[in-house]
């Protein structure tokens, strides 16, 4: 699916090239997944970098990554998979790992047990490498009306949880003792960010892919933070920056033969450098 | 109103257990509005212990504890609360305003609408606390003492009528210390506040402190400091020689606590009240 189509040319009339675009089936598919996975990644992403959970959300993708590949060997949708590995272990991970340090290790022990599950599913099922392949590396253009249907409903239920928790979730991430002594059921939040965070990573994955997750989850939001310390104001950025990396990768991917991956992640890149270029030289005043 | 006839808190008998162990015992005072508590004592006597308990976070051990009136419970909105240690570091990226902000609805579901009223009573607090400077700034960039305003803002936008500050004046300047002081010495004033600031050094809460809750030794006592800061008593709850030194003004300076107060307290010498 990757690649310059027949007769498909840039013409630098955006209306008529954007017409070109929309008029394949894939594409617009491509868009619509897209667009859910950049608003949701860019809303929890910004709680992601504020609770210095970047660790959690890289392991649950691997996680989710097993959880894939044995649906694939099971013979049902790779989506099903991944959401029920990345909501189970997201539920073991809240639940045991209450302070930052023990949370890590925690997470780090069900990651690789989950890996190693990965590595047997993978050994079992016999024409795996295109199917790893795209789990690692995101298919976006390859989705199916089924997977949006399915990442739209993550992306309502994980949403509506952001909303309805959105307070208590900012108050107990920056000072959790403080929010548990105002009566903040800090242990509850916790485990229910971790599930919502499972629901974004299942919907990113087919995306960018496993191993690329954070370019859509951790970049857009690391922006945000350093543009702007209002959360309301942040979150903004970090879901509009998630929808332009998004578009714009698709847009180039459409014409260029490369992967759709490669040109999200390097949007992601160059902007958070630029950024960061742009805070120096502003400092250095 | 008769409100300076009821306590805030009041402990009978009340003793701390930390994992079976008991902490402290046989505690018994009343605090009443208005009155500003230095809560003194070694590493491990159990001070953040008094201040859970009273959050409702920790059941005691024993004892009776009453605090507004009725049993501790967590989320009181009757009670401020500065916990010690912030772990803030550069690059947490939340304004002080937003910090001062959980103060008025941080606990509460959903995303809660924009509204005027909660600006207005963020800025009072901020100004209040002559924070408005800086504010606007991220909690990461400021310095201790400005960080220390913003908490106390945050913990008064609730209007409480009982302040539990813990080490509020650790890591800040001779300076900053006398600042807060002064500043917290004010609001249980002006407020009608009963406060309790737990702290490992008296000396700049001297002109301000109305009694002492003296936990050590595994027992508590609790006076003016003219009469807990006594060569005779700060020497019996520590089992060492401690000085202390009167100035011209009648102000008390403590000498020698300096090693006795950076280690855990081993004696077993029960509560002296005073």
């Known amino acids: 699916m990757v690649g310059m189509k027949a007769g498909v040319m840039f013409s630098w009339n955006l209306f008529r090239d954007l017409q070109q675009v929309f008029s394949y089936g894939f594409m617009r598919n491509a868009f619509l997944a897209g667009t859910i996975v950049a608003i949701l990644a860019g809303v929890v992403g910004y709680m992601v970098v504020l609770r210095r959970s970047s660790f959690a959300a890289h392991a649950l993708s691997h996680i989710g990554f097993a959880g894939a590949a044995g649906a694939v060997v099971a013979g049902v949708s790779a989506v099903l998979g991944l959401l029920a590995f990345t909501l189970l272990a997201a539920a073991v991970m809240g639940s045991l790992g209450q302070k930052l340090r023990s949370r890590d290790t925690v997470i780090g022990i069900v990651l690789a047990w989950a890996l190693g599950l990965g590595v047997l599913f993978l050994s079992l099922y016999k024409g795996y490498a295109t199917e790893a392949y795209a789990l690692l590396f995101g298919e976006i253009l390859g989705i199916s009306r089924l997977d949006v249907l399915v990442t739209f409903i993550a992306a309502l239920v994980a949403l509506a949880g952001i909303v309805v928790m959105y307070r208590p979730l900012l108050f107990s991430s920056i000072d959790e003792e403080v929010a548990e002594a105002r009566g903040v059921p800090v242990r509850f939040i916790s485990v229910a960010f971790m599930l919502t965070l499972a629901l974004a990573v299942s919907a990113a994955v087919q995306v960018v892919g496993v191993l690329l997750i954070f370019s859509l989850i951790v970049t857009p939001a690391a922006i945000a933070e350093r543009l702007s310390n209002r959360p309301s104001s942040a979150i903004y950025i970090s879901v509009l920056l998630a929808l332009a990396f998004t578009w714009i990768g698709l847009f180039i991917s459409f014409y260029l033969p490369y992967p759709v991956s490669f040109f999200i992640t390097t949007l992601a890149f160059g902007t958070y450098l630029v950024v960061r270029l742009g805070e120096r030289r502003g400092r250095g005043r | ?274």
Do not use: C
């Open chain 2, 1 to 274: 109103m008769n409100d300076s006839q009821q306590p805030v808190i009041s402990a009978r008998n009340l003793s701390a257990s930390f994992a079976d162990k008991v902490v402290w015992a046989g505690a018994s005072f009343d605090i009443f509005p208005g009155e500003l508590i230095a809560v003194l004592g070694p590493n491990g006597a159990g001070k953040s212990t008094l201040l859970r308990m009273l959050l409702g976070l920790q059941a005691p051990g024993a004892g009776n504890l009453e605090v507004l009136g009725g049993p501790p419970r967590r989320g009181n909105p009757a009670i401020g609360y500065v916990p010690q240690s912030r772990p803030w570091d550069a690059e947490t990226s939340i304004s002080g305003i937003d910090v001062v902000g959980f103060g008025v609805d941080g606990s509460r579901w959903g995303i809660g609408l924009r509204s005027r009223q909660k600006e207005r009573i963020v800025a009072e607090a901020i100004a209040a606390v002559g924070a408005a400077a800086y504010a606007e700034r991220s909690v990461g960039r400021l310095s201790g003492g400005e960080r220390q305003r913003l908490l106390l803002a945050q913990a008064l936008v609730g209007n409480p009528r009982l302040l539990l500050l813990d080490e509020p004046l650790a890591s800040l300047d001779l300076r900053n210390q006398t600042e807060v002081a002064e500043q917290v010495s004010g609001l249980a004033k002006d407020r009608r506040l009963a406060v309790l600031l737990v702290t490992h050094d008296l000396n700049p809460l001297f002109a301000v402190v109305d009694r002492l809750l003296y936990i050590a030794g595994h027992g508590m006592a609790v006076g003016t400091p003219a009469e807990v800061i006594t060569s005779e008593t700060l020497s019996r709850l520590y089992e060492t020689t401690v000085e202390v030194l009167e100035d011209t003004q009648g102000r008390r300076f403590i000498v020698g606590m300096e090693d006795v107060m950076a280690h855990p307290h081993g004696g077993h010498e029960s509560g002296r009240h005073v």
